[in-house]
Protein backbone atom coordinates (compact mmCIF):
# COMPACT_ATOMS: atom_id res chain seq x y z
CA UNK A 1 0.00 0.00 0.00
CA UNK A 2 2.91 2.42 0.96
CA UNK A 3 4.70 1.81 -2.54
CA UNK A 4 1.45 2.61 -4.34
CA UNK A 5 1.22 5.83 -2.77
CA UNK A 6 5.04 6.91 -3.54
CA UNK A 7 4.54 5.76 -6.81
CA UNK A 8 1.32 8.23 -7.13
CA UNK A 9 3.25 10.94 -5.70
CA UNK A 10 6.06 10.65 -8.09
CA UNK A 11 3.67 10.90 -11.22
CA UNK A 12 2.02 14.06 -9.86
CA UNK A 13 5.27 15.93 -9.23
CA UNK A 14 6.45 15.10 -12.35
CA UNK A 15 3.20 16.56 -14.34
CA UNK A 16 3.67 19.67 -12.04
CA UNK A 17 7.09 20.13 -13.30
CA UNK A 18 6.41 19.54 -16.54
CA UNK A 19 3.60 22.35 -16.65
CA UNK A 20 6.14 24.33 -15.03
CA UNK A 21 8.78 23.58 -17.70
CA UNK A 22 5.92 24.27 -20.12
CA UNK A 23 4.86 27.81 -18.48
CA UNK A 24 8.50 28.80 -18.53
CA UNK A 25 9.26 28.35 -22.18
CA UNK A 26 5.92 30.28 -23.00
CA UNK A 27 6.88 32.92 -20.86
CA UNK A 28 9.99 33.31 -22.31
CA UNK A 29 9.26 32.78 -26.31
CA UNK A 30 6.72 35.85 -25.31
CA UNK A 31 9.50 37.82 -23.63
CA UNK A 32 11.79 37.70 -26.41
CA UNK A 33 12.63 40.76 -28.49
CA UNK A 34 13.09 40.85 -32.49
CA UNK A 35 16.47 41.07 -33.51
CA UNK A 36 17.44 44.97 -34.66
CA UNK A 37 17.38 45.72 -38.12
CA UNK A 38 20.31 45.39 -40.01
CA UNK A 39 22.63 48.80 -40.40
CA UNK A 40 22.38 49.96 -43.66
CA UNK A 41 25.90 50.89 -45.18
CA UNK A 42 27.48 54.40 -44.67
CA UNK A 43 27.05 56.61 -47.46
CA UNK A 44 30.44 57.61 -49.20
CA UNK A 45 32.20 59.77 -51.76
CA UNK A 46 35.07 59.33 -53.85
CA UNK A 47 37.67 60.37 -56.60
CA UNK A 48 39.31 57.58 -58.66
CA UNK A 49 42.56 57.97 -58.89
CA UNK A 50 44.08 59.44 -62.40
CA UNK A 51 47.91 59.79 -62.87
CA UNK A 52 48.69 63.33 -63.99
CA UNK A 53 51.60 66.40 -64.37
CA UNK A 54 51.59 68.34 -61.61
CA UNK A 55 54.50 70.66 -60.37
CA UNK A 56 57.00 69.65 -58.20
CA UNK A 57 58.08 72.38 -55.72
CA UNK A 58 60.10 73.03 -53.15
CA UNK A 59 59.82 75.96 -50.11
CA UNK A 60 62.66 77.67 -48.17
CA UNK A 61 63.21 79.28 -45.30
CA UNK A 62 65.17 82.61 -46.72
CA UNK A 63 66.52 85.85 -46.27
CA UNK A 64 66.52 88.87 -48.46
CA UNK A 65 70.15 90.68 -49.49
CA UNK A 66 71.50 93.79 -50.90
CA UNK A 67 72.55 92.79 -54.82
CA UNK A 68 75.37 95.88 -54.01
CA UNK A 69 76.08 96.93 -50.79
CA UNK A 70 78.77 99.99 -51.33
CA UNK A 71 80.69 101.27 -47.95
CA UNK A 72 81.11 104.92 -48.53
CA UNK A 73 84.89 105.89 -47.79
CA UNK A 74 86.42 108.97 -47.27
CA UNK A 75 89.49 108.95 -49.90
CA UNK A 76 90.75 112.69 -48.62
CA UNK A 77 91.39 113.39 -45.03
CA UNK A 78 89.59 116.88 -43.51
CA UNK A 79 86.94 117.83 -41.51
CA UNK A 80 83.35 117.07 -42.12
CA UNK A 81 81.17 120.08 -43.30
CA UNK A 82 77.72 118.62 -43.90
CA UNK A 83 75.78 115.37 -43.87
CA UNK A 84 73.71 116.13 -47.30
CA UNK A 85 71.18 113.11 -47.27
CA UNK A 86 68.65 111.98 -45.04
CA UNK A 87 69.50 108.66 -43.31
CA UNK A 88 67.68 105.54 -44.08
CA UNK A 89 66.19 106.71 -46.96
CA UNK A 90 66.54 106.06 -50.84
CA UNK A 91 68.89 107.64 -52.50
CA UNK A 92 69.97 108.38 -56.14
CA UNK A 93 73.26 107.71 -58.01
CA UNK A 94 75.43 110.54 -57.78
CA UNK A 95 73.39 111.68 -55.01
CA UNK A 96 75.92 114.45 -52.85
CA UNK A 97 76.07 112.30 -49.29
CA UNK A 98 78.69 114.18 -47.12
CA UNK A 99 81.00 117.28 -47.57
CA UNK A 100 84.19 117.98 -46.64
CA UNK A 101 85.99 121.45 -45.94
CA UNK A 102 87.20 122.08 -49.61
CA UNK A 103 89.14 124.98 -49.27
CA UNK A 104 92.45 122.89 -48.03
CA UNK A 105 91.78 120.80 -51.54
CA UNK A 106 91.27 124.23 -53.09
CA UNK A 107 94.21 125.56 -52.12
CA UNK A 108 96.49 122.71 -53.03
CA UNK A 109 94.70 123.07 -57.05
CA UNK A 110 95.72 126.19 -56.90
CA UNK A 111 99.27 125.83 -55.29
CA UNK A 112 98.99 123.17 -58.63
CA UNK A 113 98.08 125.19 -61.34
CA UNK A 114 100.89 127.63 -60.33
CA UNK A 115 103.61 125.06 -60.16
CA UNK A 116 102.16 123.94 -64.01
CA UNK A 117 102.34 128.04 -65.43
CA UNK A 118 106.05 128.04 -64.26
CA UNK A 119 107.30 124.95 -65.73
CA UNK A 120 105.27 125.70 -68.86
CA UNK A 121 107.04 128.84 -68.95
CA UNK A 122 110.24 127.32 -68.45
CA UNK A 123 109.70 124.54 -71.41
CA UNK A 124 108.44 127.50 -73.31
CA UNK A 125 112.19 129.25 -72.65
CA UNK A 126 114.08 126.13 -72.92
CA UNK A 127 112.52 125.05 -76.43
CA UNK A 128 113.21 128.70 -77.76
CA UNK A 129 117.18 128.07 -76.86
CA UNK A 130 116.94 124.93 -78.67
CA UNK A 131 115.51 125.97 -81.95
CA UNK A 132 118.41 128.83 -81.74
CA UNK A 133 121.10 126.34 -81.04
CA UNK A 134 120.19 123.70 -83.42
CA UNK A 135 121.34 125.55 -86.56
CA UNK A 136 123.98 127.38 -85.07
CA UNK A 137 125.62 123.93 -84.14
CA UNK A 138 124.60 122.54 -87.77
CA UNK A 139 127.08 125.47 -89.42
CA UNK A 140 129.84 124.64 -86.58
CA UNK A 141 128.94 128.19 -84.82
CA UNK A 142 128.71 126.79 -81.33
CA UNK A 143 130.14 123.53 -80.09
CA UNK A 144 128.33 119.62 -79.36
CA UNK A 145 128.44 120.47 -75.81
CA UNK A 146 126.15 123.55 -75.86
CA UNK A 147 123.63 121.92 -78.48
CA UNK A 148 123.72 118.82 -75.79
CA UNK A 149 123.47 121.45 -73.23
CA UNK A 150 120.33 122.89 -74.52
CA UNK A 151 118.23 119.52 -75.65
CA UNK A 152 118.76 118.42 -72.05
CA UNK A 153 117.16 121.51 -70.82
CA UNK A 154 114.19 121.32 -72.61
CA UNK A 155 113.60 117.40 -72.14
CA UNK A 156 114.12 118.67 -68.38
CA UNK A 157 111.32 121.41 -68.67
CA UNK A 158 109.11 119.06 -70.71
CA UNK A 159 109.72 116.17 -67.73
CA UNK A 160 108.36 119.37 -65.39
CA UNK A 161 105.56 120.08 -67.42
CA UNK A 162 104.36 116.55 -67.03
CA UNK A 163 104.90 116.28 -63.56
CA UNK A 164 103.35 119.69 -62.77
CA UNK A 165 100.35 119.00 -64.45
CA UNK A 166 100.13 115.13 -62.85
CA UNK A 167 100.34 117.18 -59.51
CA UNK A 168 97.10 119.36 -61.03
CA UNK A 169 95.20 116.17 -61.67
CA UNK A 170 95.92 114.77 -58.30
CA UNK A 171 94.68 118.36 -56.69
CA UNK A 172 91.48 118.61 -58.83
CA UNK A 173 90.58 114.62 -57.66
CA UNK A 174 91.21 115.72 -54.31
CA UNK A 175 89.07 118.73 -53.75
CA UNK A 176 86.14 115.99 -55.89
CA UNK A 177 86.81 113.73 -53.50
CA UNK A 178 86.06 116.34 -50.84
CA UNK A 179 82.47 116.05 -52.40
CA UNK A 180 81.48 112.48 -51.61
CA UNK A 181 78.70 110.87 -53.62
CA UNK A 182 76.31 107.60 -53.93
CA UNK A 183 77.98 105.24 -56.40
CA UNK A 184 74.40 103.07 -56.99
CA UNK A 185 70.98 103.40 -56.27
CA UNK A 186 69.66 102.35 -52.97
CA UNK A 187 68.87 103.21 -49.40
CA UNK A 188 71.58 104.77 -47.34
CA UNK A 189 72.32 103.62 -43.89
CA UNK A 190 72.97 106.09 -40.69
CA UNK A 191 75.89 108.41 -40.85
CA UNK A 192 78.75 107.34 -38.55
CA UNK A 193 80.44 110.55 -38.22
CA UNK A 194 78.86 113.67 -37.46
CA UNK A 195 79.53 117.38 -38.82
CA UNK A 196 82.26 119.40 -37.67
CA UNK A 197 84.35 116.00 -36.78
CA UNK A 198 87.70 115.10 -38.55
CA UNK A 199 87.64 112.46 -40.79
CA UNK A 200 90.95 110.43 -41.55
CA UNK A 201 91.09 108.59 -44.76
CA UNK A 202 93.58 106.07 -43.27
CA UNK A 203 91.59 104.96 -40.62
CA UNK A 204 88.63 103.00 -39.63
CA UNK A 205 86.89 105.82 -39.16
CA UNK A 206 87.28 106.79 -42.66
CA UNK A 207 83.88 104.14 -43.15
CA UNK A 208 81.14 106.88 -43.52
CA UNK A 209 77.99 104.99 -44.42
CA UNK A 210 77.19 102.28 -46.71
CA UNK A 211 73.94 102.36 -49.47
CA UNK A 212 72.38 98.84 -50.55
CA UNK A 213 70.77 98.52 -53.82
CA UNK A 214 66.88 97.23 -53.63
CA UNK A 215 66.51 96.43 -57.08
CA UNK A 216 66.95 93.90 -58.14
CA UNK A 217 67.28 92.05 -54.52
CA UNK A 218 69.21 89.06 -53.69
CA UNK A 219 67.28 85.83 -51.60
CA UNK A 220 69.61 83.61 -49.99
CA UNK A 221 68.36 80.23 -49.07
CA UNK A 222 69.78 77.46 -47.69
CA UNK A 223 69.85 73.34 -48.99
CA UNK A 224 70.75 70.51 -47.09
CA UNK A 225 72.69 67.55 -48.32
CA UNK A 226 69.45 65.43 -47.72
CA UNK A 227 67.67 67.40 -50.18
CA UNK A 228 69.69 67.04 -52.66
CA UNK A 229 70.08 63.35 -52.79
CA UNK A 230 66.83 62.81 -52.43
CA UNK A 231 66.33 65.17 -55.79
CA UNK A 232 68.70 63.24 -57.57
CA UNK A 233 67.36 59.79 -56.62
CA UNK A 234 63.81 61.45 -58.20
CA UNK A 235 65.64 62.83 -60.89
CA UNK A 236 67.62 59.59 -61.51
CA UNK A 237 64.29 57.54 -61.41
CA UNK A 238 62.40 59.85 -63.29
CA UNK A 239 59.68 60.58 -61.28
CA UNK A 240 60.69 64.52 -61.25
CA UNK A 241 61.68 66.62 -64.91
CA UNK A 242 64.13 69.46 -64.02
CA UNK A 243 63.24 72.75 -66.36
CA UNK A 244 65.05 72.67 -69.75
CA UNK A 245 68.95 74.84 -68.17
CA UNK A 246 68.15 74.34 -64.50
CA UNK A 247 66.31 77.81 -65.08
CA UNK A 248 64.26 77.49 -61.92
CA UNK A 249 61.79 80.43 -60.90
CA UNK A 250 61.67 81.51 -57.52
CA UNK A 251 58.48 82.89 -55.70
CA UNK A 252 58.20 84.69 -52.40
CA UNK A 253 55.74 84.35 -49.71
CA UNK A 254 56.27 87.58 -46.97
CA UNK A 255 56.20 86.68 -43.32
CA UNK A 256 52.28 88.17 -42.93
CA UNK A 257 51.10 85.45 -45.78
CA UNK A 258 51.10 87.79 -48.30
CA UNK A 259 52.66 86.79 -51.66
CA UNK A 260 55.15 89.03 -53.40
CA UNK A 261 54.08 89.93 -56.99
CA UNK A 262 57.27 89.52 -58.71
CA UNK A 263 59.18 86.58 -59.89
CA UNK A 264 62.81 86.16 -59.96
CA UNK A 265 65.13 83.30 -61.23
CA UNK A 266 67.81 81.21 -59.41
CA UNK A 267 71.70 83.05 -60.52
CA UNK A 268 73.85 81.40 -58.03
CA UNK A 269 74.66 77.83 -56.02
CA UNK A 270 77.36 77.43 -54.37
CA UNK A 271 79.79 74.40 -55.27
CA UNK A 272 80.76 73.20 -52.01
CA UNK A 273 78.03 72.30 -48.79
CA UNK A 274 79.39 74.44 -45.48
CA UNK A 275 81.39 71.97 -42.84
CA UNK A 276 79.38 74.38 -40.28
CA UNK A 277 75.39 73.11 -41.59
CA UNK A 278 76.04 71.11 -44.59
CA UNK A 279 74.24 73.12 -46.24
CA UNK A 280 75.37 75.00 -49.27
CA UNK A 281 73.87 78.19 -50.51
CA UNK A 282 71.77 79.04 -53.11
CA UNK A 283 71.04 82.70 -54.59
CA UNK A 284 67.92 84.20 -56.62
CA UNK A 285 67.63 87.67 -58.21
CA UNK A 286 63.98 89.15 -57.54
CA UNK A 287 62.82 92.24 -59.09
CA UNK A 288 62.20 94.81 -56.41
CA UNK A 289 60.92 97.98 -58.56
CA UNK A 290 59.15 99.59 -55.26
CA UNK A 291 61.50 98.75 -53.03
CA UNK A 292 58.92 96.53 -50.85
CA UNK A 293 61.74 93.83 -50.07
CA UNK A 294 64.43 95.21 -47.51
CA UNK A 295 67.93 93.59 -47.20
CA UNK A 296 68.18 91.67 -43.80
CA UNK A 297 63.96 90.21 -44.36
CA UNK A 298 62.87 86.70 -44.07
CA UNK A 299 60.45 85.30 -46.52
CA UNK A 300 59.65 82.18 -47.88
CA UNK A 301 61.03 81.02 -51.02
CA UNK A 302 59.13 78.51 -53.35
CA UNK A 303 61.38 77.20 -56.19
CA UNK A 304 58.80 76.04 -59.57
CA UNK A 305 60.11 74.41 -62.49
CA UNK A 306 60.44 70.99 -61.97
CA UNK A 307 57.22 68.57 -62.55
CA UNK A 308 56.09 65.35 -61.26
CA UNK A 309 55.14 63.39 -64.85
CA UNK A 310 52.39 60.59 -64.21
CA UNK A 311 51.62 61.61 -60.25
CA UNK A 312 48.61 60.42 -58.14
CA UNK A 313 47.07 63.13 -56.33
CA UNK A 314 44.22 62.85 -53.74
CA UNK A 315 42.86 65.38 -51.26
CA UNK A 316 44.83 65.23 -48.35
CA UNK A 317 40.98 64.27 -46.20
CA UNK A 318 40.82 60.71 -47.77
CA UNK A 319 45.01 60.24 -46.27
CA UNK A 320 44.41 58.82 -42.53
CA UNK A 321 47.28 58.57 -40.27
CA UNK A 322 47.47 55.22 -38.62
CA UNK A 323 49.91 53.58 -35.72
CA UNK A 324 52.03 52.25 -39.10
CA UNK A 325 51.80 55.01 -41.51
CA UNK A 326 49.33 56.38 -43.90
CA UNK A 327 46.21 54.97 -44.58
CA UNK A 328 43.65 55.56 -47.01
CA UNK A 329 39.90 53.42 -48.31
CA UNK A 330 39.74 51.95 -51.33
CA UNK A 331 35.99 51.44 -52.81
CA UNK A 332 36.57 47.26 -54.40
CA UNK A 333 34.74 46.34 -57.37
CA UNK A 334 32.26 44.07 -54.87
CA UNK A 335 31.19 47.34 -53.31
CA UNK A 336 33.01 46.44 -49.65
CA UNK A 337 35.81 48.66 -48.44
CA UNK A 338 39.39 47.96 -48.12
CA UNK A 339 41.94 50.02 -45.72
CA UNK A 340 44.92 50.57 -47.55
CA UNK A 341 48.24 51.19 -46.53
CA UNK A 342 49.82 54.00 -49.14
CA UNK A 343 53.32 56.22 -48.71
CA UNK A 344 52.80 60.49 -49.00
CA UNK A 345 54.91 62.47 -50.67
CA UNK A 346 54.57 66.25 -51.47
CA UNK A 347 51.61 68.52 -50.52
CA UNK A 348 50.18 69.86 -53.97
CA UNK A 349 47.88 72.94 -53.31
CA UNK A 350 46.49 73.67 -50.60
CA UNK A 351 44.14 70.71 -50.18
CA UNK A 352 45.92 67.94 -52.18
CA UNK A 353 48.39 65.23 -51.41
CA UNK A 354 50.84 63.33 -53.84
CA UNK A 355 50.76 59.28 -53.27
CA UNK A 356 54.14 58.12 -53.66
CA UNK A 357 52.96 54.30 -53.85
CA UNK A 358 49.98 52.31 -52.44
CA UNK A 359 47.66 53.40 -55.77
CA UNK A 360 46.97 52.95 -59.44
CA UNK A 361 45.37 54.27 -62.14
CA UNK A 362 41.29 53.42 -61.27
CA UNK A 363 41.73 53.20 -57.82
CA UNK A 364 38.25 54.81 -56.04
CA UNK A 365 39.64 56.64 -53.07
CA UNK A 366 37.02 57.54 -49.93
CA UNK A 367 37.05 61.71 -49.65
CA UNK A 368 33.87 62.08 -47.55
CA UNK A 369 32.48 59.54 -44.99
CA UNK A 370 35.88 57.89 -44.08
CA UNK A 371 34.67 57.88 -40.37
CA UNK A 372 31.83 55.61 -40.85
CA UNK A 373 33.57 52.96 -43.24
CA UNK A 374 34.36 49.44 -41.54
CA UNK A 375 37.08 47.44 -43.84
CA UNK A 376 35.60 44.42 -45.35
CA UNK A 377 32.11 46.18 -44.97
CA UNK A 378 29.69 47.59 -48.40
CA UNK A 379 29.44 50.97 -48.96
CA UNK A 380 26.81 53.28 -50.52
CA UNK A 381 28.90 55.76 -53.31
CA UNK A 382 26.73 58.99 -53.61
CA UNK A 383 27.40 62.50 -55.14
CA UNK A 384 30.61 64.54 -53.21
CA UNK A 385 29.12 66.56 -50.56
CA UNK A 386 26.23 64.15 -50.12
CA UNK A 387 27.45 61.77 -47.56
CA UNK A 388 28.75 64.94 -45.56
CA UNK A 389 24.86 66.24 -45.61
CA UNK A 390 23.99 63.15 -44.57
CA UNK A 391 26.54 62.77 -41.57
CA UNK A 392 24.84 66.22 -40.63
CA UNK A 393 21.42 64.92 -40.77
CA UNK A 394 21.83 61.53 -38.68
CA UNK A 395 21.02 61.35 -34.87
CA UNK A 396 23.87 61.52 -32.70
CA UNK A 397 25.43 58.14 -31.37
CA UNK A 398 23.51 57.11 -27.96
CA UNK A 399 20.54 59.72 -28.66
CA UNK A 400 17.08 57.67 -29.04
CA UNK A 401 13.69 58.92 -30.21
CA UNK A 402 10.65 59.48 -27.73
Known amino acids: MATHL ?3 CMVERAVVFSAVAALAVGLAACSKEPPPPQRPPPLVSVVTVTPQTVPYTATFVAQTESSRQVDILARVSGFLDRIAYREGEVVKQGQVLFELDPKPFQAQLDGARGELQAQQARFTTARATLDRVKPLAAQNALSQSDLDRAQGEFDSAAAAVYAAQAK ?3 AELNLGYATIR ?6 ASRATVREGAYV ?11 VAALDPIWVNFSVSQNQVTRNRELIGKGLVIPPKDEAYDVELTLPDGTPY ?3 GRISFADPSFSQDTGTFLVRAVIPNPKHDLRPGMFVTATVHGAV ?3 AIVVPQLAVQQGSNGHLVYVVKDDG ?3 LRPVIVGDYYGAKEIVIVSGLHAGDRVVVDGVLRVVPG ?3 KIVEPGAAAEAAKGAPKAGSAKK
Open 6 to 8: NVH
Open 168 to 170: VKE
Open 182 to 187: SPVNGV
Open 200 to 210: NSLSPEAKLTY
Open 261 to 263: PQK
Open 308 to 310: RPN
Open 336 to 338: TAE
Open 377 to 379: HPV
